[in-house]
C-alpha cells in the first residue's frame, strides 16, 4: 500500500496506517543497517538534493548515509556557498536544481512553511528536515519508532514532552504523530515557552517538572533553543535549570523506571544532567540510529510511489 501523500512536509493529518507504514518499513531497513555491507539498490538511479539552509549534525548526515545506503546519488547543497549570497531566492534556487533532472529534495530551514512553499513551485518530492518552529516530522518517526522498539507499543503510553515547546518543531510532530498513534501526551515547562493552543487540543500540561516525571512513562527532552527565543522567556539557564532540568536526584524520587529521550544536541546540564543523558534508561544514541532507518523508509515509501 502507497503513502497517501507524495511529499512528507509534517505529522499533521497524516493518517495513522501511513505512520504504522513507515516504522514497519524502517524495522526492514534497520535489520540492512546491521549487515557486514549495509547497503541495497532500491533507489539507484534516483537523484536527491541535500538542502540544509540551517545547521544541523544528526538530520543531515543521517538522511545523506540513508540515500547512499538505498544506492541513490546524492548532492549535498550549502547554503554559503550557493548563489543565495548573491540575492538568488529560495524559488529560483529549487527551480533551477529541478531543472538538472532531480528526483528528490531533502530541506531544512529557518522559516516555517518552507518545505510546503517548496513543494508548490517544484515538480520533485519534497522531504522537510525542519523548517523553523513548525514540524520535523523524520524526527517524531523516529522517536516513536524508538517508542515501539523499547515498549512494544505506543498505544496508551504517557509521553511528556519538557521543555521550550513554543518553539520547537519537535515537539508539534510529536504532537501530532503520537497522538495519531493513540499514546498520552503531556508538556511541561515554564508558562512562557508553552502555547496556548496546547490546552485547547488536549494535552496536558505540567509547570512542575516533578509532577510531570511521576506522571510519564517516557520523557522526551528537548533543548533549550536559545537562537530562536527574541526576548528572555526565563530570568536564566541557572534558573532554568533549577526548576525544570531533569536530573538524577528527581528521577529517583519516582517510583518507577522513566525512558529518557532527546532529539539532540543536548545542552548538557541544562535541561538533561549529563549522567541521566549517559544511563542505562537513556534513548538517545538508540534514537540517532533509528533515525538512519526512518530516512532510509521515508526515502523508499515516497521515492518508489508510483
Ligand atoms: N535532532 C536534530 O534535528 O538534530 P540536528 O539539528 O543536529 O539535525
Known sequence: ???????????????????????????????????????????????????????????RISFELAERRLSADVVNFSADMSSLKKGE?????ARNIEAMKIDMVVMRHAASGAAVFLSKVINAIIINAGDGAHEHPTQALLDMYSIREKHGTIQGLKVCIVGDISHSRVALSN????????????VCGPKTLIPRFIEQIGIEIFNNIDDAIKWSDILNVLRIQLERQDRAFFPSLMEYRKYFAVTRERLDKADKVITIMHPGPINRD?????????????????????????????????????
Open 1 to 59: 500500500m502507497p503513502l497517501l501523500s507524495r511529499h512528507l512536509l509534517g505529522l499533521e493529518g497524516v493518517p495513522k496506517d501511513d505512520i504504522q507504514l513507515i516504522l514497519d518499513t524502517a524495522t526492514s531497513f534497520r535489520e540492512v543497517l546491521e549487515r557486514p555491507i549495509k547497503k541495497v539498490p532500491t533507489l539507484q538511479g534516483k537523484t536527491i538534493v541535500n538542502l540544509f539552509f540551517e545547521s544541523s549534525t544528526r538530520t
Open 89 to 93: 531566492t529560495l524559488k529560483d534556487t
Open 175 to 186: 504532537i501530532y504523530g503520537l497522538k495519531t498513534m493513540g499514546a498520552r501526551i503531556a
Open 270 to 306: 541544562v535541561e538533561l544532567s549529563a549522567d541521566v543523558a549517559d544511563s542505562a534508561h537513556s534513548l538517545i544514541l538508540q534514537q540517532v540510529l533509528n533515525g538512519v532507518a526512518i530516512r532510509m523508509a521515508v526515502l523508499y515509501l515516497l521515492g518508489t510511489r508510483s
